[in-house]
Nanobody
C-alpha cells in the first residue's frame, strides 16, 4: 500500500518555474515506478513523466520534453517534478501515481494516486 500527497502547485506567469513534490508513505515505495499526470478542465488525464524505481530511466510526454524534469529521492520517499518555461497550456491539476513499471505509467496506469495539486499558468 502506498499513500501519495502532492504539493507545490500555484499560480504563476508564462515562463516561470515550479517544483511539484509528492510525498509517499508505505514501506514499498522503492519498489514502484512513479509518474506524474495532469488533467485540464474538460479534458482527459494526460501522462506527463515517469521514473523507474532506481532512478535510472525516465520518460516524458513530448509536450514537456526539455522543460520538465522528474526525479525521486528514495531515502525520503519523495517524488519531484521540476517544471520550467511554463506555458498556459500547462495549466491543469497534477497528480502523482505509483505503478509497477514505467511502461504501465506511459499507458495511463496507476496502482495508487494522489489527490492532485493545481497549477495555473497565466499568459
Amino acid at each position: 500500500q502506498v499513500q501519495l500527497v502532492e504539493s507545490g502547485g500555484g499560480l504563476v506567469q508564462t515562463g516561470d518555474s515550479l517544483r511539484l513534490s509528492c510525498a509517499a508513505s508505505g514501506r514499498t515505495f522503492t519498489t514502484y515506478a512513479m509518474g506524474w499526470f495532469r488533467q485540464a478542465p474538460g479534458k482527459g488525464r494526460e501522462f506527463v513523466a515517469a521514473i523507474n524505481w532506481s532512478d535510472s530511466a525516465t520518460s516524458y510526454a513530448d509536450s514537456v520534453k526539455g522543460r520538465f524534469t522528474i526525479s525521486r529521492d528514495n531515502r525520503k520517499s519523495m517524488l519531484y517534478l521540476q517544471m520550467n518555461s511554463l506555458k498556459p497550456e500547462d495549466t491543469a491539476t497534477y497528480y502523482c501515481a505509483a505503478e509497477r513499471s514505467v511502461r504501465r505509467l506511459e499507458r495511463g496506469g496507476g496502482d495508487y494516486w494522489g489527490q492532485g495539486t493545481q497549477v495555473t499558468v497565466s499568459s
